[in-house]
């Protein structure tokens, strides 16, 4: 890999915010270090939207993505980048309710008690009806 985690976050979120945009829903990425969300998407006639972008490069077993409970977002983006060699990328955008819903936990007394998360080789089965969800449809 030729770029830092860092790195690979901001180009996931500015991707997300590039395609939001081109699908007719305007979006930017908010500054490093925001609260909550990375994007901020303004559908036409609508309120603003905020998104939090997560990525990961897939690999299947033990290897996770997810979000923090205390996160305050309006829908979950996730991008999912093909092993090294390989140039596809998928990204799933998924509203918070669903994700609340779908998601793994631990107990309540864990030290991860506020993290909800998903097995990165599961996201697709979970999610298949919100893969390029660039208009941001609610679906179920």
Same mark, same amino acid.
């Given at each position: 890999?030729?770029?830092?985690?860092?790195?690979?976050? *901001?180009?996931?979120?500015?991707?997300?915010?590039?395609?939001?945009?081109?699908?007719?829903?305007?979006?930017?990425?908010?500054? *490093?270090? $925001?609260?909550?969300?990375?994007?901020?998407?303004?559908?036409?006639?609508?309120?603003?939207?905020? =998104?939090?972008?997560?990525?990961?490069?897939?690999?299947?077993?033990?290897?996770?993505?997810?979000?923090?409970?205390?996160?305050?977002?309006? $829908?979950?983006?996730?991008?999912?980048?093909?092993?090294?060699?390989?140039?596809?990328?998928?990204?799933? =955008?998924?509203?918070?309710?669903?994700?609340?819903?779908?998601?793994?936990?631990?107990?309540?007394?864990?030290?991860?008690?506020?993290?909800?998360? $998903?097995? =990165? *080789?599961?996201?697709?089965?979970?999610?298949?009806?919100?893969?390029?969800?660039?208009?941001?449809?609610?679906?179920?």
């Amino acid at each position: 890999m030729s770029y830092t985690s860092k790195q690979m976050g *901001d180009a996931c979120e500015m991707l997300v915010a590039a395609e939001l945009t081109l699908a007719g829903i305007p979006a930017l990425k908010v500054p *490093d270090n $925001w609260p909550g969300y990375d994007v901020i998407a303004q559908p036409v006639g609508k309120e603003s939207l905020r =998104i939090s972008v997560k990525s990961r490069t897939f690999k299947r077993g033990a290897a996770y993505i997810g979000f923090q409970t205390k996160d305050v977002f309006d $829908w979950l983006a996730l991008v999912i980048l093909s092993p090294e060699g390989e140039k596809q990328r998928r990204i799933f =955008i998924i509203p918070r309710k669903l994700a609340d819903a779908k998601a793994r936990h631990d107990s309540e007394t864990a030290k991860t008690a506020g993290e909800r998360y $998903w097995r =990165i *080789d599961e996201v697709e089965r979970i999610f298949a009806r919100y893969e390029n969800n660039f208009a941001l449809a609610p679906l179920e």
